[in-house]
């Protein structure tokens, strides 16, 4: 979890001044100063939480660290961001003062209003829909798939991010729970199952070995999962934390996907599932080779890649005929956990951030998860823990 430098001074800038703003507002429209001496502690206490925050070296830190950083930032937040909106809403209110009228009581208690379910809002995401797993069933329709694979279904899990989670399992084993009860053929995780170290998976492999599938569990790396995030005293130790987190998820019975291919076979057919180690955009570090798992892209066995971020596709992949993949499927976005009205603030970064796509001449498809876990703040606003399950169908 990063915390650039300069956004956070211009965030603290800001919040100050928010806080000024309400503080006169308090002194000016109520009659006992008790109400703005109650903010001024308030705000003390939570710019000051918000300070020792950024200033943990969370890099340097355990898991417990993280997650004490991650909350101490969502509460500020909550807060603040509920502010913000009362201080831009009662702005308004005033501005018929400058033409010589009243300001706008009802503009400013709709304001009052409308912070506090913008805070309700927010503390729902965290208590409730961060635990509130919903399915989407997906029909994808695949150029010349095999006879055999008609109908095959897959499920599909992302982002896991277990250390957000602690050491309670209780959210980790009612998604697998979930995802065995729809008894898909084949189960795919498609990265970052931990936040920054490999420690953080071990209260979870016990629930997560009771994934099961006729066809098999197989998984990839996202860009959380190499240790990048985390200080390390020397390259053997994230090396060797690298080692345990792929050792882990052969335990759990999961085939990790390394830039390599493995056959699914059904009766007389067959069909490539093929995993690449993370690609994407900056500032992401790349490990992945595509040539390297499958050399020859342009044959006409069907394919389906697993590759955590989507940006892989839409910069190498769609709208190319030399690879012949037919379905690619991501995770990575999160959707930024915040998903309004099948909108997400997560577009303005990806055009595709979330769910089923095609290229321009709809042969090549992808599909991306929204992820199961948060990051970065531990709340999915709207944006609800996602299991797909999709469902293959031949192009007529």
Not at 131 to 144: G, K, L
Not at 261 to 289: C, K, Q
Not at 372 to 396: C, M, N, Q, S, Y
Request: proline content about 5%.
């Amino acid at each position: 979890m990063r915390i650039p430098f300069l956004p956070a001074i211009i965030l603290m800038a800001v919040s100050l001044a928010a806080d000024g703003y309400i503080y006169r507002v308090l002194r000016r429209r109520c009659t006992s100063r008790i109400p703005s001496r109650i903010h001024l502690i308030i705000s003390a206490l939570l710019i000051l939480m918000a300070l020792v925050a950024i200033l943990i070296p969370r890099r340097d830190g355990d898991n417990a660290t993280l997650l004490a950083v991650m909350w101490m930032l969502f509460g500020f937040l909550t807060v603040y961001v509920a502010k913000y909106v009362f201080v831009i809403t009662d702005i308004l209110a005033c501005l018929p003062r400058f033409f010589g009228h009243r300001r706008l009581r009802w503009l400013s208690w709709t304001g009052a209003a409308l912070a506090l379910c913008v805070l309700a809002t927010e503390w729902w995401g965290a208590l409730v829909d961060r635990f509130r797993t919903e399915v989407n069933e997906v029909t994808v329709s695949i150029d010349d798939l095999p006879a055999a694979f008609d109908g095959l279904r897959i499920a599909q899990i992302s982002d896991l991010h277990t250390g957000t989670f602690g050491t309670d399992t209780t959210f980790v084993s009612h998604l697998v729970d979930r995802v065995n009860a729809l008894r898909p053929d084949v189960i795919v995780f498609t990265g970052d199952i931990v936040n920054s170290r490999t420690s953080e998976l071990l209260p979870h492999t016990a629930p997560l070995s009771r994934l099961h599938a006729p066809m098999g569990v197989y998984s990839i790396l996202g860009n959380h999962d190499y240790g990048d995030y985390a200080n390390w005293p020397s390259t053997i130790a994230k090396k060797a934390n690298l080692t345990l987190l792929k050792s882990l998820q052969e335990e759990m019975g999961w085939r990790l996907l390394l830039n390599e291919t493995t056959m699914l076979h059904r009766g007389s057919d067959s069909l490539a599932l093929i995993g690449v180690e993370n690609i994407g955009d900056p500032p992401f570090a790349i490990y992945g080779s595509l040539p390297a798992a499958y050399p020859d892209l342009s044959d006409n066995v069907t394919k389906i890649l697993l590759s955590h971020n989507p940006a892989h596709w839409a910069d190498s992949i769609a709208s190319t005929p030399a690879i012949n993949i037919a379905l690619t499927l991501s995770g990575h976005t999160h959707a930024m956990q915040i998903k309004v009205a099948e909108w997400s603030p997560a577009a303005w970064r990806y055009k595709q951030w979330g769910g089923l796509y095609h290229d321009a001449d709809s042969t090549h498809a992808l599909y991306v998860n929204i992820g199961a876990g948060t990051v970065g703040f531990p709340a999915r606003i709207g944006a609800t823990p996602e299991i797909t399950l999709l469902t293959l169908k031949p192009t007529h």
